[in-house]
């Protein structure tokens, strides 16, 4: 069974960057082909694709946010980390990170595995 934990930093300042780092067990993130994403939920609004890590490493991001973010991969701790830079109140969100067969999805059921998420607030 693939589990996966987010951790993160609960608060940031506007302009800095957010990093949320979503770590793996039970399952490989080089191994057999599935996409390794992440998703966040704005309070009052709906689940937003962020972006994804495929099981080669290439990745795929948003495209209202590509100028911004920056997803990555440690293998050896099988981890894959958000970064998303200059952030505003507008990025506060629960983010999560997830594991399907389906690219840019923004619907539950369109992935296999879901981490518990966390809060981020970007605030001064």
């Known amino acids: 069974q693939v589990q996966l934990q987010e951790s993160g930093p609960g608060l940031v300042k506007p302009s800095q960057t957010l990093s949320v780092t979503c770590t793996v067990s039970g399952g490989s993130i080089t191994g057999a082909w599935r996409y390794w994403s992440w998703i966040r939920q704005p309070p009052g609004k709906e689940l937003e694709w962020v972006g994804t890590i495929d099981s080669s490493g290439r990745t795929y991001y948003r495209p209202s946010l590509k100028s911004r973010t920056s997803i990555s991969r440690d293998t050896s701790e099988n981890q894959f980390t958000l970064r998303l830079s200059s952030v505003t109140p507008e990025d506060t969100a629960v983010y999560y990170c997830?594991?399907?067969?389906?690219?840019?999805?923004?619907?539950?059921?369109?992935?296999?595995?879901w981490g518990q998420g966390t809060q981020v607030t970007v605030s001064s």
């Open positions: 997830a594991s399907g067969r389906v690219l840019g999805a923004s619907v539950r059921n369109d992935y296999e595995y």
